[in-house]
């Protein structure tokens, strides 16, 4: 368990240090234009994974407008950042919020240092995309939200990071954090590998990436949240979700290179619950 976490720890440092956006400085017009984000130059490189990932009605179904303030956890490579912060920019706000870094395990002391400072990265390279000063990009470790930030976020997405949450035992935490930087009325996305129902422990998390429906609810609502409804749209059927080398096994990752990579292309990427919670009052 705790190889995986240093693992997990890792992967993380090295994903969010890894966040390029080109320049924006002539595309502030496509502020609350999702069709005109989801088809400009910036995302030439994710426009393959819209297949699998279904932006616009994922958005849709969480029900985000343009003059919202909307958090992403984890932003990662920057997928989903490429698509939130451009549409966000000009009416609504965006937050990006990480684990503390303080409470992990490294693998080194490179890997702790791309950690530490991924706030200062992530201002930089946002504040340089989209022509703002840095220091006025919101970007935080979840431990260090400024108190006058606690009820104002609209929405908190929270996409393909359950099982890296549950894996750090970052659960209890990261959702009371969550809980309370939304406003009273304020929900959360959840975008998650899923497994099947009947799914052994053995089967999912922590080694695998996949977590059971039921789960991931039963743990929001320990958290005061509600369901707010769900959604099959990035549901992948084709997805067995046993995999022994876990959701990595299938693209994007693809962990075991071309051996079987026809079969795991085929496939796609995973089956996933698309989930919406209300903060419970």
Not at 8 to 18: D, E, K, Y
Request: aromatic letters at 8%; hydrophobic letters at 40%; zero cysteines.
């Amino acid at each position: 368990m705790r190889h995986l976490l240093k693992l997990t720890a890792a992967a993380t440092a090295l994903a969010l240090g890894a966040l390029a956006v080109p320049a924006l400085a002539d595309d502030h017009a496509m502020g609350g234009d999702l069709e005109a984000v989801l088809a400009a130059d910036l995302r030439d490189d994710d426009r393959t994974r819209d297949q699998y990932r279904h932006p616009a009605e994922t958005l849709e179904f969480f029900q985000i407008k343009p003059d919202m303030t909307v958090a992403e956890w984890g932003p990662g490579g920057g997928w989903y950042t490429r698509v939130l912060a451009p549409y966000l920019m000009g009416s609504g706000n965006y937050i990006a919020l990480n684990a503390d870094s303080d409470g992990r395990d490294y693998p080194s002391r490179a890997a702790e240092a791309r950690s530490k400072g991924w706030t200062e990265q992530f201002r930089s390279t946002y504040g340089e995309a989209m022509g703002v000063d840095p220091d006025a990009v919101n970007a935080y470790e979840i431990d260090e939200l400024p108190e006058e930030m606690a009820g104002t976020a609209d929405r908190v997405l929270i996409i393909r990071s359950m099982h890296g949450l549950w894996n750090g035992n970052a659960v209890d935490s990261t959702l009371k954090a969550v809980r309370d930087l939304l406003a009273d009325d304020g929900m959360v996305g959840v975008v998650q590998h899923r497994a099947p129902a009947d799914a052994s422990f053995a089967d999912v998390n922590p080694a695998r990436g996949y977590m059971r429906q039921a789960d991931v609810v039963a743990l929001f609502e320990l958290h005061g949240f509600e369901l707010a409804g769900t959604s099959e749209v990035n549901a992948n059927p084709k997805d067995p979700a046993n995999w022994e080398g876990g959701v990595w096994t299938l693209p994007p990752t693809l962990r075991f290179g071309d051996e079987n990579r026809a079969q795991y292309e085929a496939i796609g990427e995973s089956d996933r619950m698309t989930l919406l919670f209300r903060k419970r009052q």
